[in-house]
C-alpha cells in the first residue's frame, strides 16, 4: 500500500516521502497513529501542491539571501584590540561581536551562520564565511586594529 508520510519514520523515510508498505501496517499503525496518510488521489494532489510550493517559497529564500550575499561580499568590518605595551593582545574579537557587528548593518543574521570561526587575537585582516543557507555562502573581512 502506498502511503505519504506526515512525519519522519526511522528506516523508511522522511516526511512528505511516498513509501510502499504493508496494508496492515499502513492502515493499523501509521495512518491510526497519524505517522502517515493513504495515497489517494485526493492526498497526492495535495502532497504535489505542497511540494511545489516548497520549493517555490525556497527558490524566493536563495534569490533573497543571493542578493545579501551580492551585497557584502568580501565587505570590510572593522575591530578594535586592547593590546599592551609587549604587544600582546588582550581579550579577541568574538563571534558576537561579528553578529553584532553584522546586526548594526542591517543584516539579518544568526549567530550560528558564522562558520568555522575561531576568535581573532591578532591584529589584521581575517576572513570570515557566512553560510546563510545550505546553498548560498558568502565571505566578509575582519579588519583587526590596535586600540
Known amino acids: 500500500m502506498k502511503i505519504i508520510l506526515i512525519k519522519d519514520l526511522k528506516g523508511k523515510g522522511k516526511a512528505g516521502d511516498i513509501i510502499d508498505v504493508n496494508p496492515n501496517y499502513a ?87 558564522i562558520k568555522d570561526f575561531e576568535p581573532i587575537k591578532g591584529v589584521g585582516e581575517y576572513k570570515i564565511t557566512l553560510q546563510f543557507i545550505k546553498e548560498v555562502s558568502v565571505d566578509i573581512i575582519a579588519n583587526v586594529n590596535i586600540k
Open 27 to 113: 492502515l493499523n499503525v501509521l495512518i491510526k497513529q497519524g505517522i502517515a496518510k493513504e495515497a489517494n488521489a485526493s492526498n497526492l494532489n495535495d502532497h504535489k501542491g505542497q511540494v511545489e510550493a516548497k520549493a517555490f517559497h525556497h527558490g524566493e529564500m536563495v534569490k533573497e539571501f543571493q542578493a545579501i550575499a551580492d551585497r557584502i561580499r568580501n565587505k570590510k568590518y572593522n575591530f578594535t584590540l586592547n593590546v599592551g605595551a609587549n604587544g600582546k593582545a588582550f581579550g579577541s574579537v568574538t563571534k558576537q561581536e561579528i553578529l553584532n557587528k553584522l546586526i548594526a548593518d542591517g543584516l539579518k543574521i544568526e549567530k550560528n551562520m
